[in-house]
């Protein structure tokens, strides 16, 4: 990282004290850019549209493989930082209310009482696809799981 980005280790630990500060700077930084591109999305066209969903479901899949972030999830685990934590665990959940609430917009009110049961199989059957690809390396890309 040093060398990437030409500074020196004293100037890099002026602005990261620790690895897990580093970490969490990196993935905040990408959720705000899901973020900003689900939301973008919408403006092209209806909450309510089940292709723009499945577009903002992408987005996230599409970045976070793009900017490798699984490997830095993977690496945090093994970080003791209650501030590192403590975003990932908010992180989840927002993510599940966030698709819960996209659930009712998109399949209607009559579901809203097992939104957040739906949303919570998706994210673990998501996340058990794309564990298991990799492990048996089959080469397949995130939007063909989502699919």
Do not use: C, P
């Not at 980005?5 to 990408?30: A, E, H, P, R, W």
């Not at 969903?53 to 992408?58: A, E, G, K, T, V």
């Amino acid at each position: 990282i040093l060398e990437q980005g030409k500074v020196s280790k004293g100037t890099f630990y002026n602005y990261f004290s620790t690895k897990s500060q580093l970490i969490l700077y990196i993935i905040q930084k990408v959720d705000e850019k899901v973020d900003e591109q689900q939301n973008m999305l919408l403006l092209e066209g209806s909450l309510y549209d089940k292709k723009i969903f499945y577009s903002q479901l992408r987005v996230k899949h599409s970045i976070y493989g793009t900017e490798k972030i699984s490997e830095l999830y993977n690496i945090s685990l093994g970080e003791n930082d209650e501030e590192l934590r403590r975003y990932i665990t908010e992180s989840h959940y927002k993510e599940l209310n966030w698709l819960a609430k996209r659930l009712i917009d998109v399949y209607g009110e009559e579901i809203e009482k097992s939104a957040m049961d739906l949303s919570t199989h998706f994210i673990g059957g998501l996340g058990y696809q794309f564990r298991y690809s990799d492990q048996i390396n089959l080469n397949i890309n995130s939007s063909d799981i989502l699919d």
